[in-house]
């Protein structure tokens, strides 16, 4: 079954609300105007319960189906990111330093419209909970979702979610069973050393020079303690020192990200990061303070949903144009923390060429909406047919 034709006929709809969103994004858990449009939007469908305030800006609203059943969740994130938008598009970000520049815009609207097309048709059983979400990009709003009780207060039994993906063939699928996104983690370390003059070094604790060696040798900890079959990154990202060429200064700060996805080594990772600190520290004769900070866990799809979610977008895309073979990213995704608490699935959907995420020039593809929201809506009716 190709696109439904009724989303078909949302789609100027569709294209409409996508580019009222992207001119008004929204940071983190403050996403109060997109919240606001959204519920608006599904009381004009006609759902039967609209539940907000959830994490601060999330809602949860609840489509009835024809008979009893379990709950199916289908989920959307809102926010955008703190970035200058510089596509020049008529519909471009009206706010500075804030842009719909990973597809958030389009994933809601997708999940609008395939609710508009569920309260219609009501063509399944039980209820359908779509769970709009605040600050995926920071802050971990699926996570608070869940710490509040989303899960549990709405019955919701197993648990959907798309990303749209650019330089990937326009309205194709990919997935696979297991782990699809990376566990994230961030740490900073600050050096506490003796400053001085420049010219005289053996007069100070050189906060530098720990520095560089800490530098060195968080790089072994990918090399040498890892086995080469496990994915694992640990890359530095920050390093900040000095204030003149005849300074040494008294401290120096490093910070950086770890990804990776079985938790053994994110432990290993964190206890190695501390040893190397305190090897420094000895041997330089300063002080080294880690702070290490768990963020969002491993993207891990339960293999039936995924084999079931596959067949879904197979109907929605044809056999051709989806895959259950794609790789691991190292990205992460705080759709975790609603897999760690119901099975379920996420999918990459391909948008076609253009912009990757996070760019200044990146813009949704309106026309991928509607293949967005027919995989959402025929989830759900082939998770729980009527009847």
Not at 207 to 234: E, K
Request: net charge negative; hydrophobic share 40%.
């Amino acid at each position: 079954m190709p696109v439904i034709n009724r989303i078909s006929a949302y789609a100027d709809d569709l294209t409409a609300w996508r580019r009222h969103l992207h001119q008004h994004p929204e940071l983190g858990f403050e996403c109060h105007e997109t919240a606001a449009f959204v519920a608006d939007r599904l009381r004009e469908f006609g759902v039967d319960e609209i539940h907000e305030g959830i994490a601060t800006t999330g809602l949860v609203a609840i489509i009835n189906g024809k008979g009893d059943g379990p709950t199916i969740g289908l989920r959307a994130d809102m926010d955008a990111l703190p970035m200058q938008e510089v596509t020049g598009l008529d519909y471009a970000s009206r706010h500075d330093e804030k842009m719909h520049a990973c597809g958030h815009d389009g994933h809601t609207v997708m999940l609008l419209g395939a609710a508009r097309y569920l309260a219609e048709t009501r063509n399944f059983s039980g209820r359908v909970a779509l769970i709009f979400q605040p600050a995926e990009e920071n802050g971990g709003g699926g996570g608070v979702m869940c710490e509040e009780g989303m899960m549990d207060r709405f019955d919701i039994g197993q648990v959907y979610a798309l990303h749209t993906v650019p330089d990937m063939e326009l309205g194709s699928f990919a997935t696979s069973p297991g782990y699809l996104m990376a566990a994230v983690d961030d740490f900073d370390i600050l050096v506490s050393g003796e400053g001085g003059h420049g010219a005289y070094p053996h007069q100070t604790s050189d906060p530098v020079a720990a520095a560089l060696q800490l530098g060195q040798a968080i790089q072994t900890i990918v090399s040498r303690n890892t086995p080469a079959l496990d994915h694992l990154v640990v890359s530095l990202t920050r390093v900040q020192t000095g204030t003149a060429h005849n300074i040494i200064p008294a401290s120096a700060e490093l910070a950086g990200t770890v990804r990776t996805f079985r938790e053994e080594i994110r432990a290993m990772v964190e206890t190695r990061l501390q040893d190397i600190c305190d090897g420094v520290a000895a041997a330089m004769k300063v002080t080294v303070r880690l702070t290490y900070q768990r963020n969002y866990p491993a993207t891990k799809n339960d293999p039936g949903r995924t084999d079931f979610a596959a067949g879904v977008a197979r109907e929605v895309a044809g056999a051709d144009r989806v895959t259950t073979e794609a790789q691991p990213e190292m990205g992460a995704e705080d759709f975790a923390y609603m897999l760690q608490q119901r099975p379920g699935a996420y999918l990459f959907l391909g948008q076609g060429d253009g912009p990757h995420l996070h760019h200044p020039t990146f813009d949704f593809n309106d026309e991928v909406a509607p293949v967005g929201a027919s995989f959402f809506a025929t989830l759900v009716e082939r998770a729980q047919p009527a009847g």
